[in-house]
C-alpha cells in the first residue's frame, strides 16, 4: 500500500512534464503579492528588477506608477521605459500600457505594475491580467503587482470583511500559473503610521471610503489572508516537488469535486465555495448545468446569468460544461450523478434548494434525490445568506404571453357559461362541468399554461354563478357541488400544467432539433463539396442562413495566417485582420463579443483541428445591434469545429492529389527511362555485333562485310536521331526553348525540309500543293522544318515504299495550315488524339523504329508558336498530320 | 595540283576523333595533328597546311576563338566540325570566318565532299567568269544569267545575291554576310527582305519550287549554292534527317 501511493501517478507525472515545457517557452510570471495599497510591493518589485539588470539581464518598464514617492521614482530612473499607449475615451486621453511595442522590443523582463487593473475601453484587452498573458506567451517574463483583494476567489469574503466590494478582479488561475510569489509584507501598525505620514498614494476621491478600508481589523485579516495564500502557493510547489522525486509523504487522494450550477444567484456563491474547497484539497473541479426543458422558458437574463455563473467558474479554475438531460439517468439529478460516476468525483456540491417548501413537496427536491442516490459520492449543501430574487422564476410567473391570451381565455369561458346557459335546462349542472373543462383543455393547448389556469378559475365562479343554483349567487345549495367545483378546479391546474409542460418539452426539442437539423445541414453540404472554394461558399451561406451574419475566413499556410480573406464580399481592414491573426496564433476566440479587443466588427474564431488550426473564421452581424446568444455561440463554435474539418479535408486531399501528380510523373519518367535505355541499347548492339563481325576479315564475303557496314551505319544514324530528338524534348520540357519568331515563306520551309531528307526521298513521289496567296507568316524557321521533318519522316515510316506523299499548304480563317499526307496504314481512329503523347506508337508494323517522340517535339514547338496540330484519317486510307500556325502573331 | 600532297591539319581532343580522320583521309592526304588553340595557331604558323578540320570544343580555347584569330592572318579554308547544332553556334563560327560547318556524327562520304569544295574554291583563280551548275549558267563578266540557254532577267539586288553566291559557291553564307554583301552593313539584320528576295530569285532560276536544287536554304544560318558533286553523298545535309 505504502509502495503503491509513493510512485508517482504517470498522469500527473506527464502532466508536470508538459507544464514544465509549456513553461520553458513561456515567459516566467512573478507576483509581488501584498495585502493593502502601501505595503510597498511596487518598490520591491524595482529593486528586484535592479538586481536582475545588475545580472546583465534586458529589463524594461512596461507600466509603472509611482504615486509620485521619491524612493519610488528614484528606482525607475534607472531602467528602460516604454512610453505608454495613449487612448482617448469619452474626449478625456487615457493612457495604457503598450503591448505591441513591448511584444515588438521583446526584451527579457518586463515590469508591469498593478495586475488587476481594468484597461480604458478600446485597448486590444479589457483587463491587464490578459495583457500580461499575452507578453508570457511571447516568451517575455514578467513582474507585477497584486494586492490580495482583487483575487477572484476572495471577492466575496473581502466584501464581507471590509464592506468595499472590490470591482477590479483577477481569475485565480493567474496566480496559480505564477511561476514566483513574493509576499511583500508590512505589519499593519507600521502600515497605518505610514498612512498618517501621508506616505501611502489615496486618490482624493476615494479618499473617505479608502480610510473606511484601513482599519486595523481589516488589514489584519487582509494579511492573514495574503499570507495563507502565499503558503498554500509554497506548499503546492513542496507537493509537486515530491511528487516528481517520488518522495513519499502524506498524500491527498487526488478529489474531484462537482458543483451543480442553477439558475439562481446562488451560483456564484457556489462557485467560490467550491473554489476555495478544491484548493484546500487541492482537487481538480467541474462546474455542470443541467439543461431541463425549463432552461428554455428561462428570460434572457437567466440564461446569461447561467452562462456568466459557468463562465466564473472556468476562470477560478474549473471545467464547466453544459449536460443535456441524459436519456438513460432520468432527471437532473439522475444525469448529474451520472457524470460524476463517469469523471471519478468525489464531492457533490449543491445550493440549499430556494423553492417554498410545498414545491418541494409537488416536485421532489433535486438535492434531496442526490442524497438519496449518490452512493459512495459525498454531498455537500451550501446556504445562501440573502434569498436572491429568482429571475427563472419570476420570468415562469410572470405573463409573458401576450394579454391577448388572457382575454381569448375569458371569452371562451363567458362562451362555455352561455352554452352551459341554454343546455342547463335539459341537462344537469354537474355534467356540464365537461363544457368548461373543455375549455379548460383548449386554454392549455393553445393559449398556454396561465390563460389555462385562469379559465379553470374563471370557469369555477362562472358555474357557480350562473350554473348551480341557486343561480346569479356564488351560494350554493347543495353541498355536492363544493365536490364538483375543486374536482374542476385541480383537473384544470393539472391538465394545464400537464399540458404547457408537454408544450415546452416540444419547444425545447424544437430547438434543439433546429439546432441539429443547421449542424446537419452543413456537415451535409460540407461533405458533398469537393475543393476549397465549394467548402467556403457553404460556409457562408449555412452561416449566413443560421445567424444571419457576414463570413470571412482565413487561411494558414505553413503557419502564417494568409492576409485574404476568403469568402467574403468586402475584405475586412487592417485591424480586423489584426484581431484574426490573435485569434490564430493564440487560438482562441477574439474579437466582437469577447474579451479580447472586443472593439472590433467581427468575431473570429480559430478553425481547429486536432492537429492544427487550419484558419480563422470571421462572422459579422448584419445589423449592427445583433448579440449572440449562448446557445448561438455553441452552435456556431460547433460549426467552426466543422468547417475546420472540412478545410482539413481538402487540404489533405489537395495534398494526396499532389503527391498522384508526382507518382504520375515518377511513372512517365520511368517509361523514359526504359525507353531511352531500349532505344539506345538497340542500335549499339548491332553496330557492336557487326564491327566485332568486321574485324574477322577473313571469313566474310564482300557483299556480307558491305551489308553488315550499311547495318551499322544505319543503326548509328538511328542513334543521332534519337540523342537529337531527347535534347530536343529536353529542351521544350525544361523551357530552355526559344521561338524566334521571324517572317517566313512557306514555300522555303517546305524546300528547305525536303532537302534535308532528299536521301530518303530517293523512291517516293512528293507532291507539295502551296497555294499562291500566302504571305510571309511569322515563325521560327528553323523548328518548323524540324516540325515538317518529323512529319515527313513519319508519314514515310508508316506508310509503303512506293506510295506517294503530299504536302498542302493553304490560308484557312486567318491560319496558315500545312498537311503532311500519306497513304500507309493510317491511326487508329481511338488513338487519334494520343499520337501526340510522349513515347506512343502506333504498335502495327513491326518494322518501324523511332522513339516515339518526334510528334511530341513537334506539338510542343507548334504549341509554343501559339498554334495546334492534330491527326486525322484520310479518305482511302492513311493518315494526315496537320499543323495551323495563326498569320498574326502578338509578340 | 595532285590532291595526295594536300596537308589537312586535324584539330580535336578526342583522340579517337582524331584516329578515325587519319585512318580516313589519311589515304588521300597527309594529315596533321593538334590537340588544341594554342597548338593549332603554332601549327597552322609553321606546317601551312592547306586545310583546317577544327572541332569548336577545344580544352584551352573555343573554336571560334581559334577561328578569329586565323583570319587576322590566314585565308586558309577552315571546316568546323563540332557537337553543337545549335543554328546560333553554326552562325557564330561562319560568321568569324569558318567556310563550312558540319555537325557531328557526320559521314565521311560527306566530310570528304566538303573538303573537296573547300579546297577547289580556295584555289579556284577569282577571276573564273563562267559559272555553270545544272542548266543554270551565270556570266560574271556580262552580267548575264540563263536557264536552259533562256536569258533570265533579274532585278539588281536579285543579281547581287545570286553573285554573292556564285563567288562562294558551296560555302555556306549566313544571312548576315549575304545582307552586308548586297545591301551593306546597315541592313545586316533585315533577314525578311533577303527572304523576299530569295524567294523572287528562286521563282526565276529555279525549276521546282517545293525542292530548290541551285539555291539551298540552311535553315536558320543562310544560304548555300550548291555545286555539282559526282556522288550522290554530296547532298550537303547538316544533319542525316531528323526522327
Redesign the interface.
Known amino acids: 500500500m505504502t509502495s503503491d501511493i509513493s510512485r508517482p501517478d504517470p498522469d500527473q507525472l506527464l502532466a508536470h512534464v508538459q507544464a514544465d515545457e509549456k513553461a520553458a517557452k513561456r515567459g516566467k510570471l512573478k507576483i509581488f503579492l501584498g495585502y493593502a495599497a502601501g505595503v510597498g510591493k511596487t518598490y520591491a518589485m524595482l529593486e528586484a528588477a535592479h538586481q536582475r539588470r545588475e545580472e546583465g539581464l534586458d529589463v524594461v518598464i512596461g507600466y509603472i506608477e509611482t504615486h509620485k514617492r521619491i524612493e519610488t521614482e528614484e528606482l525607475v530612473s534607472g531602467l528602460e521605459i516604454i512610453p505608454r499607449k495613449r487612448i482617448e475615451y469619452h474626449g478625456v486621453e487615457l493612457t495604457e500600457m503598450d503591448v505591441d511595442t513591448i511584444l515588438a522590443r521583446h526584451p527579457r523582463l518586463v515590469l508591469v505594475d498593478e495586475l488587476a487593473h481594468f484597461n480604458a475601453p478600446g485597448s486590444r484587452h479589457p483587463k491587464r491580467y490578459q495583457d500580461v498573458e499575452e507578453l508570457l506567451t511571447a516568451g517575455i517574463d514578467v513582474y507585477t503587482t497584486l494586492n490580495i483583494q482583487h483575487l477572484e476567489s476572495l471577492n466575496d469574503v473581502v466584501a464581507q470583511i471590509t464592506g468595499t466590494l472590490v470591482r477590479e478582479t483577477i481569475p485565480d488561475s493567474v496566480i496559480d500559473s505564477a511561476t514566483e510569489i513574493e509576499l511583500v509584507d508590512l505589519p499593519p501598525d507600521e502600515l497605518l503610521n505610514r498612512l498618517r505620514e501621508g506616505k501611502v498614494y489615496i486618490p482624493e476621491q476615494a479618499a473617505r471610503a479608502i480610510e473606511e478600508f484601513f482599519r486595523k481589523g481589516n488589514l489584519t485579516a487582509l494579511r492573514e489572508m495574503a499570507m495563507r495564500r502565499a503558503a498554500e502557493r509554497v506548499d503546492d510547489q513542496m507537493r509537486a516537488y515530491m511528487q516528481t522525486r517520488a518522495i513519499p509523504g502524506p498524500w491527498h487522494a487526488t478529489e474531484r469535486l462537482l458543483v451543480c450550477i442553477s439558475p439562481n444567484t446562488l451560483g456564484e456563491r457556489l462557485v467560490r465555495s467550491t473554489r476555495r474547497l478544491a484548493d484546500e484539497l487541492n482537487a481538480e473541479w467541474f462546474a455542470v448545468y443541467v439543461e431541463t426543458p425549463e432552461h428554455e422558458r428561462l428570460s434572457q437574463a437567466g440564461r446569461d446569468h447561467v452562462a456568466h455563473t459557468l463562465r466564473l467558474a472556468e476562470e477560478l479554475g474549473a471545467r464547466s460544461k453544459i449536460l443535456p438531460l441524459s436519456q438513460t439517468a432520468p432527471g437532473v439529478a439522475g444525469t448529474l450523478l451520472q457524470y460524476a460516476r463517469k469523471h471519478n468525483v468525489t464531492k457533490i456540491i449543491a445550493g440549499k434548494p430556494l423553492r417554498p417548501v410545498w414545491q418541494e413537496w409537488l416536485r421532489g427536491s433535486i438535492v434531496e434525490q442526490l442524497i438519496r442516490r449518490s452512493g459512495n459520492i459525498d454531498l455537500h449543501v451550501i446556504s445562501s445568506t440573502d434569498a436572491g430574487k429568482l429571475p427563472a422564476e419570476e420570468a415562469v410567473w410572470q405573463p409573458h404571453r401576450p394579454y391577448l391570451r388572457y382575454v381569448w381565455s375569458i371569452l371562451l369561458v363567458a362562451a362555455a357559461t352561455f352554452l352551459s346557459a341554454l343546455l342547463g335546462r335539459e341537462i344537469s349542472p354537474t355534467n356540464l362541468v365537461m363544457v368548461y373543462l373543455l375549455v379548460v383543455v383548449i386554454s392549455a393547448v393553445y393559449l398556454g399554461r396561465g390563460p389555462a389556469i385562469l379559465a379553470s378559475i374563471l370557469g369555477v365562479l362562472s358555474f357557480d354563478f350562473f350554473i348551480v343554483p341557486p343561480q346569479l349567487t356564488f351560494s350554493v345549495s347543495d353541498a355536492e357541488y363544493l365536490l364538483t367545483f375543486s374536482g374542476l378546479l385541480v383537473v384544470g391546474w393539472v391538465i394545464s400544467y400537464l399540458t404547457a409542460r408537454a408544450r415546452e418539452q416540444a419547444d425545447a426539442a424544437e430547438r434543439r432539433e433546429a439546432d441539429t437539423a443547421a449542424l446537419y445541414a452543413l456537415s451535409r453540404d460540407l461533405a458533398a463539396a469537393d475543393g476549397m472554394d465549394a467548402v467556403l461558399k457553404v460556409l457562408q451561406t449555412q452561416i449566413e442562413q443560421a445567424f444571419g451574419r457576414e463570413v470571412v475566413v482565413y487561411l494558414a499556410d505553413g503557419g502564417k495566417l494568409q492576409p485574404n480573406a476568403l469568402a467574403a464580399d468586402v475584405q475586412p481592414g487592417e485591424t480586423e485582420i489584426a484581431v484574426a491573426q490573435w485569434a490564430f496564433k493564440n487560438g482562441e476566440t477574439a474579437g466582437r463579443g469577447t474579451n479580447t479587443l472586443p472593439g472590433a466588427e467581427f468575431r473570429f474564431m480559430p478553425l481547429k483541428t486536432a492537429r492544427r488550426t487550419v484558419g480563422v473564421l470571421g462572422v459579422k452581424p448584419k445589423e449592427s445591434e445583433s448579440i449572440l446568444s449562448p446557445d448561438q455561440r455553441r452552435l456556431l463554435e460547433a460549426f467552426a469545429s466543422q468547417s475546420a474539418q472540412a478545410i482539413e479535408r481538402v487540404q489533405l486531399a489537395e495534398q494526396a492529389r499532389q503527391i498522384e501528380l508526382l507518382k504520375a510523373a515518377e511513372k512517365l519518367q520511368n517509361a523514359l527511362l526504359n525507353s531511352i535505355s531500349h532505344d539506345l541499347r538497340t542500335p549499339l548492339v548491332s553496330i557492336t555485333g557487326a564491327l566485332s563481325a568486321l574485324e574477322d576479315e577473313t571469313t566474310l564475303e564482300a557483299s556480307a562485310r558491305h551489308s553488315l557496314v550499311e547495318t551499322a551505319?544505319e543503326e548509328?544514324?538511328r542513334l543521332?536521331?534519337l540523342v537529337?530528338?531527347l535534347l530536343d524534348m529536353t529542351r521544350l520540357e525544361s523551357g530552355a526553348l526559344q521561338v524566334k519568331h521571324?517572317?517566313?515563306?512557306v514555300?522555303?520551309l517546305?524546300?528547305?525540309a525536303?532537302?534535308?531528307?532528299?536521301?530518303?526521298f530517293l523512291e517516293r513521289q512528293?507532291r507539295?500543293d502551296?497555294s499562291n496567296d500566302i504571305p510571309?507568316v511569322s515563325m521560327d524557321?528553323?523548328l518548323i522544318?524540324?516540325v515538317l521533318?518529323?512529319l515527313l519522316?513519319?508519314a514515310l515510316k508508316y506508310s509503303l515504299d512506293n506510295s506517294p506523299l503530299d504536302?498542302h499548304a493553304g490560308l484557312h480563317y486567318g491560319e496558315i495550315q500545312v498537311a503532311v499526307m500519306d497513304r500507309g496504314i493510317g491511326i487508329p481512329p481511338e488513338d487519334l488524339p494520343r499520337v501526340f503523347d510522349k513515347f506512343y506508337r502506333v504498335q502495327r508494323p513491326e518494322q518501324v523504329t523511332?522513339?516515339g517522340?518526334?510528334l511530341a517535339i513537334s506539338k510542343g514547338i507548334i504549341e509554343a508558336h501559339g498554334g495546334r496540330i492534330w491527326a486525322s484519317e484520310r479518305e482511302g486510307g492513311g493518315a494526315i498530320i496537320t499543323f495551323a500556325l495563326p498569320l498574326e502573331v502578338s509578340v | 595540283m595532285s590532291e595526295s600532297s594536300l596537308r589537312i591539319l586535324v584539330v580535336d581532343d578526342e583522340r579517337a576523333i582524331r584516329r578515325f580522320l587519319k585512318v580516313s583521309l589519311g589515304n588521300q592526304y597527309e594529315v596533321l595533328e593538334a590537340v588544341n588553340g594554342e597548338g593549332t595557331l603554332r601549327a597552322v604558323a609553321a606546317e601551312h597546311p592547306d586545310l583546317v578540320i577544327l572541332d569548336l570544343g577545344l580544352p584551352d580555347m573555343d573554336g571560334v576563338e581559334v577561328t578569329r584569330r586565323l583570319r587576322e592572318w590566314t585565308t586558309i579554308p577552315i571546316i568546323v566540325v563540332s557537337v553543337r547544332?545549335r543554328?546560333d553556334d553554326k552562325i557564330a563560327a561562319l560568321d568569324a570566318g569558318a567556310d563550312d560547318y558540319l555537325t557531328k556524327?557526320f559521314?565521311v562520304g560527306e566530310l570528304l565532299a566538303r573538303i573537296r569544295v573547300a579546297v577547289r574554291r580556295s584555289t579556284r583563280p577569282d577571276n573564273e567568269p563562267v559559272f555553270q551548275i545544272g542548266d543554270l549558267t551565270v556570266d560574271l563578266a556580262r552580267r548575264l544569267v540563263t536557264v536552259r540557254g533562256e536569258p533570265v532577267t533579274l532585278t539588281p539586288t536579285e543579281y547581287d545575291i545570286l553573285r554573292t553566291l556564285v563567288q562562294h559557291a558551296g560555302k555556306v553564307l549566313t544571312h548576315r554576310q549575304l545582307l552586308r554583301a548586297v545591301w551593306g552593313t546597315a541592313y545586316e539584320t533585315e533577314?525578311?527582305i533577303l527572304?523576299?528576295n530569295?524567294?523572287n530569285l528562286?521563282r526565276k532560276i529555279e525549276p521546282d519550287?517545293?525542292?530548290?536544287t541551285y539555291i539551298?536554304?540552311?535553315?536558320?544560318v543562310g544560304y548555300r549554292l550548291r555545286i555539282s558533286d559526282n556522288t550522290?553523298g554530296a547532298?550537303w545535309?547538316?544533319?542525316?534527317?531528323?526522327?
Not at chain 1, 525536303?754 to 530518303?760: C, K, T, Y
Not at chain 2, 545535309?237 to 526522327?243: C, D, M, V
Open positions: 551505319r548509328a544514324d543521332n536521331r537529337g530528338n521571324e517572317p517566313c515563306d514555300q522555303d517546305i524546300g528547305a525536303l532537302g534535308q531528307m532528299e536521301d530518303r512528293i507539295v502551296v510571309l524557321f528553323v522544318v524540324q521533318i518529323n519522316d513519319n504536302i523511332g522513339t517522340l518526334g | 547544332e543554328e556524327p559521314s533577314t525578311h527572304r523576299v530569295v524567294s528562286r519550287l517545293a525542292r530548290p539551298v536554304t540552311e535553315p536558320g550522290r547532298v545535309k547538316e544533319r542525316s534527317g531528323s526522327p
